[in-house]
């Protein structure tokens, strides 16, 4: 029984608890009107979540209140003026600790709303209010439908036209100035959207046309002299003509003629009102001359009086403004003791007093211009950014808009919003090229560029404020030194320098005072003179050992981590370990271990360097190159050139090696490693990144080491992203170890692949002539066929082309057709195709890197003459072999073939002189086969000899 009565008792209590009181706080951040028409506004509030709200109107009385609950206001002002037919404003008042109320002024007491539907959970809230259009009523009356002038010389034409007869007076009333002439059209109007011709001529002031009520009224008015009229009325249609012209004897009165009653009443009440004028006038002249001679208090209480004594009038308006600008120059003098809320209470009394009484609209810029200006001076930046954003949107015609946009950039600057802050600064100098802030812009965009390091934008801001205003920046010692800063990365020294040396001179206690001396050996250091830096920052630690000792030691250490030498080396990394060890606290640890890690690297410590990064990365988590994953991708970059320095040695195991020992860590399970930085993404599993390897490397080292399997499957790896810039290269690399491996069909099928993928690429002309090499090596005729095929296709691709990289191409596949032509005993052309491919050939024979292939084809096309028995030919081929490639080590072959050649010729004598100069290079190569073939030729030659020298000697007395 008693735990039903708790439930029961808890029930009640919740439930006598409001729903709203349980949710999360919301904010209002923006209420925008939209005119639709002269007749409709909508008018939206903006939440940062759906809004719990209640309306409540009173529209007789002109207002209109939205009921927020658990709001709080976001970046929005509570007080919002709008330039709207309908709607004058919305005041936000506070009612509870987070409940505002937003009270909706209108400017009509007959308007309608509609609550506009919205989506489920919308953070909109859109109220329609219309204005009433009164239906068009039957008129009985005549209506004027159509109205011509005509001007003719001394006399002028009015052609009156309405839609039926009409009864009309002519009135001349001799009690107002100018003699005016009145035209009653009894039971009658103007029709809707007429124009009435009543600009004035020589003759007529103006005409004007009215409806009163049960008439219509025409009011003419002279010029110079009264008018005389002459009146006619026509039907069909029905018109009335009136001919005027002046009385030339009869000027017009220059005063009003009235009755004697008249006179009186209107002496009586003229004196009334311009006793009470008389009265405000003077009293606002007092209280400006109070203001004028800056008594502020007083001035403020006297436009405060005049306010409350005349708060319906223009003037009384006025003077509300006025009362705030006094208090807000009283309370300026007061410094950093201002009371900004008592301005802004003042200010946001008088506009609402502009918003009562209908006038004084255009005071209202300039109070949401000081208020801005007030929370500046308090850099309550927020507050101060939507006051200007205030005329920015609903007053962007006033005076106050350029320099609301002006301090909306210096807002954001002061917010460390520097890209907003160039973006503003930009647009105002684009607005308001000539306005003498633009100066100070320049200054303050340089200023937003160095804090991005965008120097060079810096430097070109900087200069162009100085060019404009060079005195400004001798006022602030912190954007002189950021101006020395500036022009010291732009390697702009000599300027630099000129800055500092002011900066000393005009602010010596300042903190940046001391950073200039450590700065001069910055210059040096960038005028490549390192020795010099370091002794200035040496001598800048003497003079300054408390403030810059570590700065020093830092500037000295990271000059001689750049140095080549072993030395320097090893004394930079002994200055970040002191700094790390001895000053551990310091600001300057974090850049020491980084330093450390990134100086292992590049001396080429690779495993030492990995170590130290790893530990900067724990140490310090949140460092911005830490979270943004830059030292992790360091390691990689790390880790990358320690399988190339093994990989270039042709150390292709211990390449290999390196890339096991890291896999795991830095590829596989990246978030074992300190320096992947942590964020979100970690509740859910990372993959692994080995796209980040050297798989290039990796595989062609499994390659080179004969493991092609695994390099095949590493290149698979790589190839499954088509946009890794080492897809192409990769391919080609695949289709010459599939062609090594003599998978003919794979290879060609890669090679085909190739060249669809990459039609224009550098490497596409090689991969043409490899796919006509696959082919050939086949061995089987309709593939010798296609090679042949594919050789001369890719010889028509090139051959005119402009790219000589792409030339390349075609003497390297005219040497392949004189291969293929040989090998199928085609040798004619195969002739054809040795000679084009020398002839193609576009570098010079005696290059000492000339073409492999170019070399051999002067060898090939000798013996091929040689066999096809054409000694001529084959001794000029062999000749220039020799000629142009004396050292090649198919040279002596040339040498034996030339001297089998002039054997058959007869020339024994050459023949043997060849053989034996190859006798003795034999001596020093005696595993060459030209050797024993050159020493058995000369020794048969010799037995040759040897005979016929027998066979024809001259026997002697005995016969011998």
């Given at each position: 029984m008693s735990r039903l009565v708790t439930y029961l008792f808890f029930f009640f209590v919740f439930a006598l608890i409001p729903r709203w009181a349980w949710a999360q706080v919301n904010y209002l951040d923006r209420i925008t009107p939209t005119q639709e028409g002269d007749y409709r506004t909508v008018l939206t509030f903006e939440t940062f979540d759906p809004p719990d709200f209640e309306l409540v109107e009173n529209l007789k009385s002109k207002v209109f209140i939205i009921k927020f609950r658990n709001i709080k206001l976001g970046e929005i002002g509570d007080l919002l003026v709008f330039r709207n037919p309908l709607i004058a404003g919305?005041?936000?008042?506070?009612?509870?600790?987070?409940?505002?109320?937003?009270?909706?002024?209108?400017?009509?007491?007959?308007?309608?709303?509609?609550?506009?539907?919205?989506?489920?959970?919308?953070?909109?809230?859109?109220?329609?209010?219309?204005?009433?259009?009164?239906?068009?009523?039957?008129?009985?009356?005549?209506?004027?439908?159509?109205?011509?002038?005509?001007?003719?010389?001394?006399?002028?034409?009015?052609?009156?036209?309405?839609?039926?007869?009409?009864?009309?007076?002519?009135?001349?009333?001799?009690?107002?100035?100018?003699?005016?002439?009145?035209?009653?059209?009894?039971?009658?109007?103007?029709?809707?959207?007429?124009?009435?011709?009543?600009?004035?001529?020589?003759?007529?002031?103006?005409?004007?046309?009215?409806?009163?009520?049960?008439?219509?009224?025409?009011?003419?008015?002279?010029?110079?002299?009264?008018?005389?009229?002459?009146?006619?009325?026509?039907?069909?249609?029905?018109?009335?003509?009136?001919?005027?012209?002046?009385?030339?004897?009869?000027?017009?009165?220059?005063?009003?003629?009235?009755?004697?009653?008249?006179?009186?009443?209107?002496?009586?009440?003229?004196?009334?009102?311009?006793?009470?004028?008389?009265?405000?006038?003077?009293?606002?002249?007092?209280?400006?001359?109070?203001?004028?001679?800056?008594?502020?208090?007083?001035?403020?209480?006297?436009?405060?009086?005049?306010?409350?004594?005349?708060?319906?009038?223009?003037?009384?308006?006025?003077?509300?403004?006025?009362?705030?600008?006094?208090?807000?120059?009283?309370?300026?003098?007061?410094?950093?003791?201002?009371?900004?809320?008592?301005?802004?209470?003042?200010?946001?009394?008088?506009?609402n007093a502009a918003l009562v009484a209908e006038k004084g609209y255009e005071d209202i810029p300039r109070a949401y211009y000081n208020m801005g200006r007030v929370y500046m001076t308090k850099k309550l930046y927020s507050d101060a950014y939507t006051q200007f954003e205030i005329i920015l949107q609903y007053y962007s015609d006033s005076a106050f808009s350029a320099d609301s946009l002006f301090n909306q950039g210096l807002i954001h600057l002061g917010m460390f919003r520097y890209d907003k802050a160039i973006e503003t600064l930009n647009k105002f100098i684009r607005e308001n090229a000539t306005a003498p802030q633009v100066p100070v812009a320049y200054y303050k965009i340089g200023e937003a560029e160095f804090q991005l390091k965008h120097y060079k934008d810096a430097k070109k801001n900087f200069d162009r404020a100085w060019s404009l205003n060079g005195a400004y920046m001798k006022q602030d010692a912190e954007l002189m030194f950021h101006m020395g800063e500036a022009y010291f990365e732009n390697q702009d020294y000599h300027t630099a320098r000129a800055i500092y040396e002011q900066l000393i001179d005009l602010f010596p206690n300042e903190t940046f005072s001391n950073l200039v001396a450590i700065r001069i050996g910055d210059f040096l250091r960038a005028e490549d003179k390192p020795e010099d830096a370091i002794r200035a920052y040496e001598k800048a630690i003497v003079k300054y050992s408390k403030e810059l000792l570590l700065i020093g030691k830092m500037r000295i250490a990271n000059l001689k981590a750049e140095m080549p030498e072993p030395k320097p080396f090893q004394e930079a990394l002994e200055a970040y370990n002191f700094i790390i060890t001895k000053h551990p606290l310091s600001d300057q640890v974090e850049e020491a271990m980084l330093r450390r890690g990134l100086t292992l690297a590049l001396f080429h410590k690779y495993p030492e360097a990995v170590v130290k990064l790893e530990e900067f990365c724990a140490k310090f988590p949140e460092n911005l190159y830490v979270k943004n994953r830059i030292i992790h991708d360091r390691i990689l970059d790390t880790i990358t050139d320690y399988v190339t320095d093994y990989y270039q040695r042709a150390r292709y195991l211990d390449a290999l090696g390196v890339f096991e020992q890291y896999e795991r860590k830095y590829y596989l399970r990246p978030t074992e490693s300190a320096c992947f930085?942590?964020?979100?993404?970690?509740?859910?599993?990372?993959?692994?990144?080995?796209?980040?390897?050297?798989?290039?490397?990796?595989?062609?080292?499994?390659?080179?080491?004969?493991?092609?399997?695994?390099?095949?499957?590493?290149?698979?790896?790589?190839?499954?992203?088509?946009?890794?810039?080492?897809?192409?290269?990769?391919?080609?690399?695949?289709?010459?170890?599939?062609?090594?491996?003599?998978?003919?069909?794979?290879?060609?099928?890669?090679?085909?692949?190739?060249?669809?993928?990459?039609?224009?690429?550098?490497?596409?002309?090689?991969?043409?002539?490899?796919?006509?090499?696959?082919?050939?090596?086949?061995?089987?005729?309709?593939?010798?066929?296609?090679?042949?095929?594919?050789?001369?296709?890719?010889?028509?691709?090139?051959?005119?082309?402009?790219?000589?990289?792409?030339?390349?191409?075609?003497?390297?596949?005219?040497?392949?057709?004189?291969?293929?032509?040989?090998?199928?005993?085609?040798?004619?052309?195969?002739?054809?195709?040795?000679?084009?491919?020398?002839?193609?050939?576009?570098?010079?024979?005696?290059?000492?890197?000339?073409?492999?292939?170019?070399?051999?084809?002067n060898f090939i096309l000798g013996n091929l003459y040689y066999e096809l028995n054409q000694m001529p030919e084959a001794m000029d081929m062999f000749d220039q072999a020799i000629k142009y490639f004396p050292s090649s080590a198919k040279t002596p072959w040339a040498q034996y073939q030339k001297g089998q050649i002039y054997i058959r010729y007869n020339q024994k004598d050459k023949a043997l002189k060849i053989f034996e100069d190859l006798e003795k290079r034999a001596k020093d190569q005696p595993d060459a086969l030209w050797g024993p073939l050159a020493i058995e030729a000369r020794k048969a030659m010799i037995n040759d000899l040897n005979f016929d020298q027998y066979l024809n000697r001259t026997p002697d007395a005995n016969g011998k």
């Open positions: 919305v005041q936000l008042e506070k009612v509870d600790q987070d409940e505002y109320w937003a009270k909706v002024r209108t400017k009509y007491d007959d308007l309608t709303y509609k609550l506009l539907p919205q989506p489920k959970g919308s953070h909109l809230i859109k109220i329609q209010f219309d204005k009433p259009v009164k239906a068009k009523e039957a008129y009985e009356g005549a209506e004027l439908v159509d109205m011509l002038r005509e001007l003719a010389k001394d006399k002028e034409t009015l052609i009156l036209t309405f839609d039926k007869p009409a009864q009309y007076d002519i009135i001349r009333d001799n009690t107002t100035p100018g003699s005016k002439v009145k035209i009653r059209v009894i039971g009658a109007r103007v029709t809707d959207g007429l124009i009435i011709p009543g600009a004035p001529t020589e003759m007529l002031a103006g005409i004007q046309v009215e409806n009163r009520g049960k008439y219509l009224l025409m009011v003419i008015n002279p010029k110079t002299y009264v008018l005389k009229i002459a009146k006619k009325t026509l039907t069909r249609p029905d018109r009335v003509i009136l001919e005027l012209t002046e009385d030339k004897e009869k000027k017009i009165t220059e005063q009003p003629i009235l009755s004697t009653q008249e006179q009186v009443e209107v002496d009586g009440r003229t004196g009334l009102d311009k006793a009470k004028e008389d009265f405000i006038n003077k009293k606002l002249d007092e209280a400006e001359r109070e203001f004028r001679l800056g008594k502020f208090q007083t001035a403020g209480l006297d436009f405060k009086n005049l306010y409350n004594f005349a708060p319906q009038t223009e003037v009384g308006v006025r003077a509300a403004f006025r009362s705030a600008d006094s208090y807000y120059q009283l309370e300026a003098t007061k410094g950093d003791k201002m009371d900004h809320e008592f301005v802004v209470q003042e200010y946001r009394a008088a506009v930085g942590k964020n979100d993404e970690f509740k859910i599993r990372v993959e692994p990144i080995l796209e980040r390897a050297p798989l290039f490397l990796i595989a062609d080292s499994y390659y080179r080491l004969g493991l092609q399997e695994k390099g095949l499957q590493i290149m698979d790896l790589i190839l499954k992203d088509p946009n890794d810039p080492l897809a192409s290269l990769v391919m080609y690399s695949k289709g010459q170890i599939l062609e090594a491996k003599g998978m003919a069909d794979e290879a060609q099928k890669t090679y085909g692949d190739f060249i669809v993928k990459y039609p224009n690429h550098t490497y596409t002309p090689e991969v043409k002539k490899a796919l006509g090499d696959a082919y050939y090596k086949v061995h089987k005729f309709d593939r010798v066929d296609r090679a042949i095929r594919i050789y001369n296709q890719t010889i028509r691709d090139y051959q005119e082309s402009e790219d000589p990289l792409e030339r390349e191409i075609i003497p390297a596949c005219w040497f392949a057709l004189g291969n293929v032509y040989q090998g199928i005993g085609q040798y004619d052309n195969a002739i054809k195709s040795y000679k084009t491919a020398l002839s193609t050939y576009e570098h010079p024979l005696q290059d000492k890197d000339v073409a492999t292939y170019i070399l051999d084809t």
